[in-house]
């Protein structure tokens, strides 16, 4: 099984940075796409970025020009960076990967635990 540790959220002014981590842990597997959604209260949860094992990435509308998803495949860690924050930025931020396990080729769909950013007007 793999695991999946979210950090770098909290309380940030209205134009104000964040960056966001996601490490992947756990044995024999391997990466495909590594994405961030997020989840304010009420709404339904929502891609913010993604990005490929090829280093493509894509972008919801809202963020675009704001966010940058990377990635570092040697450490199995994702990062989104969030500038321009504001207030309907709002949310539980939560890592998701799709991947597959070494020599059997078992896909895996796993989420992080979510990390709060909130950000103040």
């Known amino acids: 099984q793999v695991q999946l540790v979210e950090s770098g959220g909290g309380l940030v002014q209205r134009g104000g940075s964040l960056r966001l981590s996601c490490s992947v842990s756990?044995?024999?597997?391997?990466?495909?796409?590594m994405n961030w959604y997020r989840q304010a209260p009420g709404n339904q949860r929502e891609l913010v970025a993604g990005i490929s094992s090829g280093g493509f990435t894509n972008y919801a509308d809202s963020v675009k020009g704001r966010f940058t998803i990377s990635r570092d495949s040697a450490k199995n860690t994702a990062y989104l960076q969030m500038s321009s924050l504001r207030p309907e930025d709002t949310a539980v931020y939560y890592c998701h990967v799709l991947g597959y396990y070494d020599g059997t080729y078992s896909p895996f769909d796993s989420w992080g635990q979510g990390t709060q950013v909130t950000v103040a007007s």
């Open positions: 756990g044995s024999s597997f391997g990466i495909n796409v």
